[in-house]
């Protein structure tokens, strides 16, 4: 079983979290933890502490926000802000491409579409 857990925001379809389970990886929806309305760097924050992937589809402000961290455990975005089959599709697609890892430290996924998804290496801060 892979050390990657995935910490879906709640702008996406909590059914994510039930395909990375089915994918043998642990996951959470922000909603499912009592963590609705956290703003972006409290969801951060928590993913940090918990070493969890973040899953989102708010590119522009996570980018920025992991841009500003030395250490962080990753994230997938979905670019397109798109229906639930979508975001099922793409996510697929992200763990397809993740294959065999066990970590994402400090890289991004980010997922256009099922087809065309690219590896991110964030620097770390300074």
């Not at 702008?11 to 922000?30: F, I, M, N, Q």
């Not at 099922?88 to 998804?117: H, Q, S, Y």
Request: proline share 4%; charged share 25%.
């Amino acid at each position: 079983m892979s050390r990657l857990r995935f910490l879906i925001d709640e702008s996406l379809t909590p059914a994510l979290a039930l395909v990375a389970r089915d994918s043998g990886y642990e996951a959470a929806h922000l909603t499912h933890l009592g963590k609705s309305g956290y703003q972006d760097h409290s969801v951060l924050h928590l993913a940090v502490q918990g070493d969890w992937t973040i899953v989102t589809n708010n590119r522009r402000d996570f980018l920025e926000l992991l841009a500003g961290e030395t250490l962080h455990p990753g994230a997938i975005i979905l670019i397109r802000q798109r229906d639930r089959n979508y975001q099922i599709d793409a996510f697929k697609a992200a763990l397809r491409f993740i294959g065999e890892r066990t970590e994402l430290v400090n890289c991004v996924i980010e997922v256009d579409e099922p087809d065309d998804i690219r590896l991110i290496a964030l620097p770390p801060a300074t």
